[in-house]
């Protein structure tokens, strides 16, 4: 828990965080193809700007990435040689849940922006910015601290070419 | 452009896009798990998902109901259609055995200052009387056919 000063309900050092970038990460591995048939088979999404190079050139410039696979090259390989510990992705929402000392949390709402394709080897990174927390609320859940979580993703180029926004909530349930 | 594209003048508002309907099975769900680089068990452990969890059995991961979402919306639009936005929020579980239904709603549709065709649409999955997870989407579309949303960037493109 802090033991900070408060400003307007939210702690000096959670304060200092918002807006700040956190946890800047690079992609496991470069974009790839295959990976984006799997994930057109695996929901039998026939777009042909996913299967035919002509299409694909003519629309897009060339082979894309169905923008919806954006936090797939995030996600660390299953073991990887002299790995430790766990990689959590959205480690923000980790850290003010126990920032806050609160044993429950859940994501509320999930938004996706879309920007420039990503395309077979790009390489991609990742950043996280507190964006706000509330002060305390008390919901049918419990009584804890919205907050809202941005990760933004760049290309090799810094261009971005997404943001996910999540709304989460953590708490603590109250007494029955 | 491809003739199978929807265009801004096809489009109007209150306008139902046909159901997509889809029996899902263990197989759906796992291979949406991995093609999402989703190693965690309750998406393939029916195990770990029944008593670790208290589900009834492995669940569909987010990505894959993201990646459902997407292919029901571009089936819609055609390749030029091109996703702006997406807010989800999930209310139930997908399940082995469940038939599911993806409906959707034109809640609006617009041109904005730069001259780029949107469509607002309501999209649910739904499984039997409930409603899983709603999402609400911003596609943009060719105002004609010699129009292609991929080809805006910086701030020709405000989705």
Redesign the interface.
Known sequence: MSSGAEQGGLPDDVAARVGCVQYEQRGGFPVERG?IW????????????FWDDE?ART???GPIA????L??WF?PH?WAPGRTGELLPLQVHFDLKEHFGLPEAVI??????????VRPGDEVSSRQILRSVSEEKTTRLGTGRFWVIDVEYRNQRDEVVGVESYTGFGYRRAPT | ??GADVTVEQVREGQELAPLV?DVTAT?IV??A??????RPMHHDHDFAVHRNGMRDIFMN???Q??????YL??WTG??G????????MSGSVFPGDTMVLAGVVRSVDVDATGCAWVAVDVTLRVGDQTCTECAARVAIPTGPDD?P?DR?GAR?Q?
């Open positions: 990976y799997s994930t057109c088979a695996s929901v039998e999404n026939a777009n042909p700007l299409v629309i897009t410039g169905p923008p919806t696979m936090s797939v996600r299953h509320s709402e999930n938004t996706i922006v879309f920007h420039d394709p | 452009m491809r889809h759906t291979l949406g991995l093609a999402s680089r989703d190693w987010t990505p894959t993201a990646a459902w979402f997407e292919r571009t089936d390749p030029a091109r996703l702006g936005r997406m807010r989800f929020r292609n991929w960037r493109w989705p």
